[in-house]
């Protein structure tokens, strides 16, 4: 199994194990796989178990009549362990319903032993019942396989030599051991599902966070952008006309750049905030700039406090709209207890009209908020941006 796809994480290695709802197409991931840091995990720990052999080479060196014959069988013992040690990762390379593949090919491979332990070969049932249980399948399978398993144990070994409690010590083994692996191998499969959600909640926060700074910096600078142009075209055309007020503009300009510049940075810090008397100044100079007669109302107090940063942005997006679309003569910033309209007595909506970036941010602030955000035709005859809250 490929464990590269799984992050580490600053409270441990990932174990190798995956649900089996994630494995990958079969055989694809088994060259990695065996090499792979959670496959070198799973050789130190399952080698640990292989001393238990031991007694099983002790049975062929009695009963085989030749050298030949012992070193044949012992040969078998090394590639029985060997097949164990590498099944569990070839299992994990595969899905579900490729996983069995490996338990039914060590188990079938443990008859080889037969001609020298008989059916004492039930002895290695235990690295059988292992496999199964490492291979993270459906815990009816899982546990229908190791009870079946048990069983055969304990059957041959009655028909063998009788019933005696060799037997049942060792189909106990054999359950206990296999059961326990099984609920170890699926405890860590739900602790790396854990963390792969972990890990999609995390780049979906990223996704957020970059959306949120997106759409900050839209704002930010689609106001004040809007009013430089406007101060530099009047400065442009009062560049000999009046020099002295065109100088004044071009100093507004430089100060509104650099304002711009701070806000950037402070959103990028992400401590940057908006007030709603600031805003309403703003909106009084960059609609004076666009020779819109402003009617703002004289204080904030009609704002609920949880509402006005809000408010100030829902003011900022609408009268930078007016500034730059509306052609209009006259704008209105109207502020309620849950009510906040811009509108403006220029062309109004048209049919052909596509919602902004601008609209669009603004639309998930005040969604986000629990409120609405409409717009239509206003009383002034032209366009209206309403907020509900």
Request: a neutral charge.
């Amino acid at each position: 199994m490929d464990d590269e796809n799984l992050r580490p994480h600053s409270f441990g290695p990932p174990w190798p194990v995956l649900p089996r709802s994630l494995g990958p197409a079969p055989f694809m991931a088994l060259p990695r796989g065996l090499l792979s840091r959670g496959a070198v995990s799973w050789y130190i720990g399952g080698g640990l178990s292989l001393p238990w052999l031991i007694s099983a080479v002790q049975d062929i060196a009695a009963t085989a009549g030749s050298a030949p014959a012992a070193a044949a069988g012992i040969s078998l013992t090394v590639v029985f362990a060997l097949t164990f040690i590498i099944s569990v990762p070839i299992g994990w390379s595969m899905p579900a319903r490729w996983r069995l593949l490996p338990v039914i090919t060590l188990f079938a491979l443990s008859f080889a032993l037969m001609p020298w332990l008989g059916w004492g070969v039930r002895s290695v049932w235990t690295y059988v019942g292992v496999c199964l249980g490492m291979m993270v399948l459906a815990w009816r399978t899982t546990i229908l396989g190791i009870a079946a398993l048990t069983l055969l144990t304990l059957v041959f070994g009655t028909l063998t030599d009788g019933f005696s409690e060799d037997d049942i010590w060792i189909a106990a083994i054999t359950f206990s051991i296999s059961l326990m692996m099984a609920a170890f191998a699926n405890a860590f499969a739900a602790l790396n599902r854990l963390r792969r959600a972990q890990d999609e909640l995390q780049v979906m926060a990223a996704e957020r966070e970059r959306g949120r700074m997106a759409r900050d910096i839209h704002d930010i600078l689609g106001h004040s952008l809007t009013v430089i142009t406007v101060k530099a075209e009047l400065a442009g055309r009062l560049i000999e006309s009046d020099p002295e007020r065109a100088k004044t503009e071009i100093e507004e300009v430089e100060g509104l750049a650099r304002g711009a510049l701070s806000d950037v940075r402070a959103t990028v810090a992400g401590y940057r905030g908006l007030t709603l008397p600031g805003e309403l100044a703003a909106a009084r100079v960059a609609l004076d700039a666009a020779s819109i007669e402003a009617q703002l109302p004289s204080g904030t107090d009609a704002v609920a406090e949880p509402h006005r940063e809000l408010a100030a942005w829902i003011v900022r997006e609408g009268v930078t709209n007016v500034v730059r679309h509306s052609g209009a003569r006259r704008c209105a910033v109207r502020l309620g207890p849950r009510t906040i309209e811009i509108a403006d007595d220029g062309v109004g909506p048209t049919g052909t009209s596509t919602p902004s970036t601008g609209l669009a941010g603004l639309r998930e602030r005040v969604g986000a908020a629990g409120g609405t955000l409409a717009i239509g035709r206003s009383d002034l005859g032209g366009f209206s941006l309403k907020v509900i809250l």
